[in-house]
């Protein structure tokens, strides 16, 4: 009895290992294995925007190789720029995308290697000088890469256009680096509910607020150290329309008594309660005094009441 089971079980043993050989999986691959391709020439990769700067910025493009394996040599890949292709490009899609001028940008090298073992090539990058660019306009640089000798490309993602879609200034606000007085303040004082400082306190839902709005009002930011102010915000009053500002200046000054106008601003009128508007002005000069010289409300005289929820002040440096 006791050699029949051992019998049994080696009978067992054997059957197993004959089945498991003949189920073992060949090995697996897909159909584009060995494709090489971009993969930045995918929708989201393609667009990019870029801070408005002095130096360059980069980005990377490279080839890839598809499948489960890796190359088993080092494979030699090659792009090259097609600008040829924008006009079709804004044709079919309904854009008007321009070619980057040649001294916006530089490109690392249009030659690269997916080294053996790698699915990756070694990244190519581009460096662009948005200072160079016009903000409101967009830019492609069509880049293509070429078949390597014996190499399957994919011709879907093949190319990648390379689109500029933005270029934005990096704002700091640094209205809270300074020092605020006006020339006339609530008539409860200072730590009135709606005395001057809620004019700065960042909350569009607070207000400054005076009963009897004089001739020739202003008020002022002081920074201990002189600051490149290039724009500002003004976030209209939540109550009666009449009261908002209409006419003003922001000047500058290093001395407090010497005041350069930097930005001049008439007939304006805010479309709503609440409402922050943005104003920017061309200034590369530091100034250590920054005034909001107020001359007309929308529909107030002088003398009557005056609102204003925030005034911040921006640098782009």
């Not at 890796?70 to 292709?85: A, E, G």
């Not at 061309?282 to 003398?303: C, D, F, H, V």
Request: with cysteine.
């Amino acid at each position: 009895m006791k050699m029949n089971i051992k019998k049994l079980s080696l009978a067992i043993l054997i059957a197993g290992t004959l089945l498991s050989a003949c189920n073992k999986p060949d090995e697996i691959k897909i159909d584009s294995e060995g494709t090489l391709y971009m993969a930045t020439a995918t929708e989201e990769k393609a667009k990019f925007n870029l801070f408005l700067a002095d130096t360059a910025q980069t980005i990377a493009f490279g080839a890839a190789y598809s499948g489960l394996g890796f190359p088993d040599s080092d494979i030699p890949v090659s792009f090259t720029v097609q600008k040829n292709l924008i006009a079709a490009f804004n044709q079919a899609n309904g854009t008007s995308y321009l070619p980057f001028p040649e001294d916006a940008y530089t490109i690392s090298s249009l030659n690269t290697l997916i080294k053996a073992g790698k699915t990756t090539s070694v990244p190519l990058t581009i460096s662009i000088l948005s200072n160079k660019l016009s903000r409101g306009l967009k830019y492609m640089l069509p880049i293509r890469l070429e078949a390597p000798a014996g190499a399957k490309v994919s011709s879907n993602l093949q190319t990648t256009y390379f689109r500029l879609e933005n270029i934005v200034r990096k704002e700091t606000d640094i209205t809270d680096l300074a020092k605020l007085t006006v020339s006339q303040e609530h008539r409860d004082g200072s730590g009135a509910n709606e005395a001057s400082p809620k004019l700065v306190d960042n909350n569009a839902a607070s207000k400054f607020l005076l009963h009897t709005f004089p001739a020739g009002f202003w008020a002022q930011l002081t920074f201990v150290d002189a600051k490149v102010v290039g724009g500002y915000r003004l976030t209209s009053g939540g109550d009666a329309s009449e009261r908002d500002p209409k006419d003003w200046q922001i000047q500058g000054s290093n001395d407090g008594n010497s005041w350069t106008v930097l930005d001049t601003r008439t007939g304006f009128m805010f479309a709503a309660r609440g409402q922050t508007e943005f104003f920017e002005f061309p200034n590369e000069t530091a100034y250590k005094y920054y005034r909001l010289s107020i001359s007309a409300l929308r529909a107030n005289a002088i003398g009557g009441l005056f609102q204003l929820a925030e005034w911040r002040l921006i640098t782009f440096k």
